[in-house]
Every structure is written in structure tokens, then in C-alpha cells.
């Protein structure tokens, strides 16, 4: 069948017009799945915290307390010991970017590959970084380290480097996810073509046979591996830069 | 269509293929970098076999910081060959 790869951003899946015609209000795919990853998170979060007891005794409370430890951990190794407030912000964050990563694998679009959402999360990360500078240095001392306009662009360029990091791991590990099928698709379909297997009429072939085993195996590196390892640093570079700001 | 404007857009069109190739160059720097720092961490894990589990952490870390300029290379490629920006910019072409 040729070998066609149709790269598109994430779809319309509903909008609003007003009577020009003009649209007043559009959800895109993103949103939508998203509301599917707030769904999975929380109800994983009820699942783990029912039927709670002093002393643990089902596998599910100790994984909880495990998950809580880790991530009371995490934080006051790289902020001080101070600052475990943070801690319920750090693993939503964390459990949203990766759940929302990992859902490619059930068949979704992944909503961190959509420079909105990761545009949205570096964002609240930015006026987390800006509040905590303000407390800090208060609002002369904050304003006067940008006397030296190179300092603007470095305070800047953080939250858009952390936005088009965990942006262009995701989403080109999809296109490349997305290449890959399309050329074992046509190399499946050139193997049945010297067999003698003829394609259904505009349809294309009933089953790719190149297609059943290989993209599993690399998408190991390219969703789970890469998805996880930017996840993490996404939220040790957070740590990071509310701990830079708090001297 | 007439000539003129074909053989502008296929203008456009090498120029943006042309392009694309030219971003990936951006490919060798975390290549050289990260192959660097596994080095350092290899040599260190040598020096002290203890500290190996956090040594090899941090080095993923690293490595994950230093991959966003390749990334930014790819993203300019990506949007090269898949987006077309530039044929908006002839007459008569989406």
C-alpha cells in the first residue's frame, strides 16, 4: 500500500459557535483525555486509602505508605526538610505527567504531546518559582536582579526548556512510534505481494504481519523508558529551581 | 496551476527538506556529551563500587538535561517535513 505517514496535532472534539459561525469555545483531544487520567489517578488514590489502620496489614496500605515515604523522600533530599509542604504538589504533578504519558499504551493520544498541556504544567511551575522569590527577596529585591537584561532571558528560558524537553520526548518518540508502523506496514505488505496475497480494494491488508511484535519492543525505550525518565525530570528540575529560589 | 508557481513551491518544498537534514546536525552534540558523562561515571562507579546505584541515577538525570538541544533540533525538523510552514506564504496553497 505505499508507505503514508498522516503526522496531525490533537483533534477538536467539541466547539461552540456563535452565530457568525466563528467558534466561541473548542475542547481539543488533550482536555478530553486528560479528564481520563484525572479519572485513573484519583481513582487510584481511593482504592489505596480505604479501610485504613494504624498498623498495616493488607499489601495495599503498605504500598501506599511506600509511595508516601518515596516521595516525602524525594523532597527533602533536594529542597531541606522545611519545605515538605511541596510534597502533595510534587507527586500530582508527577503521577499526572506520567500517567498521562503511559496512556498511549491503552491507545490514546498522549496529552503530554501537546505543547499546550506541557506549556500549562511549566507555567504553574514558573509562578511557583516567582512566588517563592517574592516571599524571599521580597518585591524590590526580586525586580532589581533584572538590571542585567540577560537575566530576563535566563528567567525565561527555564519553564521553556522544561516545556519543550518533556514536549519533544514525548511527541517524537510518537511520530517515531508512528514511522516505524508505517514502514513495517509497507514492508508487510511487499512480503504479500511476492506471495501472491492480494490487499482488499482501498482497505489496504487484513493483517500486517511485520506489524505484531517489533514496535513493541521499541516502544519500551521510546514510551515507557523515555516517558518515565522525563516525568522525573521534570519534577527534580521543580525541586530544583523552588530551592534555588528560596536563597 | 501554472509553471511559475510549481516550480515554487517545489522550491519551498527542497528548501524545507533541505532544512530538516540540516537541523539534525544538532544530533551530535548530546551524542559527544552524554557518551562523556557515561564515562565519568563508569570511572567513578570504578573508583567506589558502593556508590554505584546513585551515581547511575544522577547520570540518567544528566543525561536527560543534556538531550534537550538535540531535541530542540528534532522539533525543527519535525515541524519542517511535517507542518510545511512555508507554502502558506505562495498564492494559492493551504
Known sequence: MGFEVNVEGPRRMFCLLNE????????????????????????????????LKKIPDTKRQCAAEYIVKTVNNMVSVNMDKSSLAYAPYIAAVFSYIIVGTLISMIGFR?????????????????VLVTCTKLKHM???????????????IGEVANP??????LFGNVSGGMIITMILYAGLGAASGALYDLIGISPIENVGYVFNI?????????????????????????????????????? | MNEALLNAQATVLAG?????????????????????????????????????STATSTMFIGCAVAETTGIYGLFVAIILLFANPFLKFLTGTT
Do not use: H
Open chain 1, 20 to 51: 457568525n459561525g466563528d467558534i466561541v469555545f473548542s475542547l481539543s483531544e488533550s482536555v478530553v483525555t486528560g479528564w481520563l487520567v484525572i479519572l485513573i489517578v484519583l481513582a487510584a488514590c481511593l482504592i489505596l486509602t480505604k479501610d
Open chain 1, 110 to 126: 498522549s496529552i503530554t504531546a501537546d505543547i499546550s498541556v506541557t506549556g500549562a504544567l511549566a507555567f504553574m511551575t514558573f
Open chain 1, 138 to 152: 521580597g518585591v524590590g529585591g526580586y525586580f532589581k536582579q533584572f538590571i542585567n537584561p540577560l537575566n530576563i
Open chain 1, 160 to 165: 521553556v526548556a522544561m516545556a519543550l524537553r
Open chain 1, 210 to 247: 511485520f506489524q505484531v511484535g517489533i514496535p513493541a519492543v521499541l516502544s519500551v525505550y521510546f514510551d515507557l523508558f523515555s516517558g518515565a525518565i522525563q516525568s522525573y525530570v521534570f519534577i527534580m528540575l521543580t525541586m530544583a529551581y523552588i530551592q534555588m529560589g528560596k536563597e
Open chain 2, 16 to 52: 524545507q527538506a533541505i532544512g530538516a537534514g540540516l537541523a539534525m546536525i544538532a544530533g551530535i552534540g548530546p551524542g559527544i556529551g552524554e557518551g562523556y558523562a557515561v564515562g565519568k561515571a563508569i570511572e567513578t562507579i570504578g573508583r567506589q563500587p558502593e556508590i554505584k
